[in-house]
Structures are given as C-alpha cells and as structure tokens.
C-alpha cells in the first residue's frame, strides 16, 4: 500500500502530539497518509494496551489515514539496532512514503530520541539494495528511501527548521489528541493516578506551543519540524509572506 506520508511514533499519541495537524492539511488535500506505532505503551501508567488500541483507532479515524499498525517493540526496552531496523524497513518499503514524520532526536522520553534515531537511520538503509526484506506474502521487497524525513517536535523546545501553517485544521488537531482520554486531562473526577500528562496546563502548552509557532509565520497555530537534509521548493509562492 504506497503512501505519501508515512507518521511514526514510539508511543500512541506521539503522532497526534506532534504532527496531526500537518496530516490533516494534507489528507484534506487528497495526500494518502498512514500511522506507524512502535510500542504499545505499555508501560504507561494511565490506561491499558486495550484502551490505547481503541483510542488509537478513534485518533486515526479523526485524522482520516488509510492504515494505522503497531509494530510491538518493547517499550521503554527497544533498541536501534539491527533486528528492530529490519522490521522498519520492512514496513517503509511495504508503504513507500514520499515522506516520513518521526520522533524528534533529543527529548525528555528517552524512547523519543531513541525512535526517533532509528527511524532517521532505517530510512537511509531501507535505500540500500543490498539489504533484502521480505513482505508479509514473503515476497521479496524493493529498496525505497523516503526523500524527507521530519522530526516533529514533542516535549523539549527545539529551534524548528520549519514551520506549516495548521489554522484551519487545529480544532480537528485537538480532537484527536484528546481521544486519548485515559492519557490527558479529561475531567476533573478522573480516578486514574496523576502523571506528566494528564494535567490541564499539559494541553494547555500544546496549544500555546502552535499559537507560538504560528506568531512567528503570520498565522494563528502552527507545527514546527527539524530536518537534517536542506529543505527546498519549487517556487516563491510556496512561502507564507509575513508582515513585517
């Protein structure tokens, strides 16, 4: 099934956290998109695999991609490592994105920096013929190498090498980070134990992240991402023009 966009996270809701927005932009232009989990997380302390399951299923069908899979690596105990890299490859080449959405290098979460290295660099082997894979029929995969790889920006700040406009999509945004009701702040009669996340000023500084990010391009919300290979486009048109 080929993709354009491909969105990785090592945790359910990573995807929505980070790079929704941008999804929804181009699904909504006709863009195919599908999302990859990880893990489970099913170390979390809210919730249960079973309720991140059907949480993840409600998000994917807001955001509206054509496939959503997990690939079950351990969470909190995956490695970048070869045996983890050939299973990435496998599903990079079974999808053929044009682009991949991935966790950010360097984060809190020592499982963001971690997928978010091992996505970068299984991108690049999956380019390499040599590496042989074989699909789910166990027929022989093509290389194929995504021409961008965008690392969303999650926990820390980082400088963003650039900036999308989602204004008219972010009320969508929101409505599938906050399927995640087990994980984030809900109401105030919640019974599960209090963590990083689950307090109203957690979704809070979502929000004011992407009105930060969108003051600085002349927009009200925006998502911010680094790319370690130059950005380039096709026309001037392409740029938002800012008053200065």
């Not at 941008?22 to 863009?31: A, F």
């Not at 957690?202 to 370690?228: D, N, T």
Request: glycine letters at 6%; a negative charge; aromatic letters at 10%.
């Amino acid at each position: 099934m080929k993709v354009d966009i491909l969105a990785i996270g090592v945790h359910p809701d990573d995807v929505e956290l980070g790079c929704s927005g941008v999804l929804l932009n181009e699904i909504n232009s006709g863009k195919k998109a599908a999302i990859v989990d990880l893990t489970q997380g099913e170390l979390g302390t809210r919730g249960n695999i079973d309720s991140r399951y059907e949480e993840a299923a409600k998000a994917a069908s807001i955001i509206g991609v054509v496939s959503r899979e997990n690939l079950k690596f351990r969470d909190g105990f995956f490695l970048n490592d070869e045996k983890h890299q050939i299973k990435l490859i496998q599903t990079i080449r079974k999808y053929q994105p044009e682009i991949v959405f991935a966790n950010v290098l360097d984060d809190r979460h020592p499982d963001h920096g971690r997928a978010g290295h091992l996505i970068a660099e299984s991108c690049f082997l999956s380019g390499l013929s040599k590496i042989e894979t074989l699909d789910e029929q166990g027929t022989q995969q093509s290389k194929w190498r995504p021409k961008y790889v965008f690392h969303y920006i999650q926990d820390w700040y980082h400088e963003p090498d650039i900036l999308i406009d989602i204004s008219e999509v972010f009320e969508n945004k929101m409505k599938s980070v906050e399927a995640y009701s087990t994980q984030f702040f809900s109401n105030e009669n919640d019974v599960e134990p209090a963590t990083y996340i689950s307090t109203p000023d957690f979704l809070e500084s979502i929000i004011a992240r992407a009105r930060i990010f969108g003051k600085r391009i002349g927009v009200k919300y925006a998502e911010g991402f680094i790319c370690e290979k130059k950005i380039g486009i096709r026309s001037l048109d392409s740029l938002i023009m800012v008053e200065t």
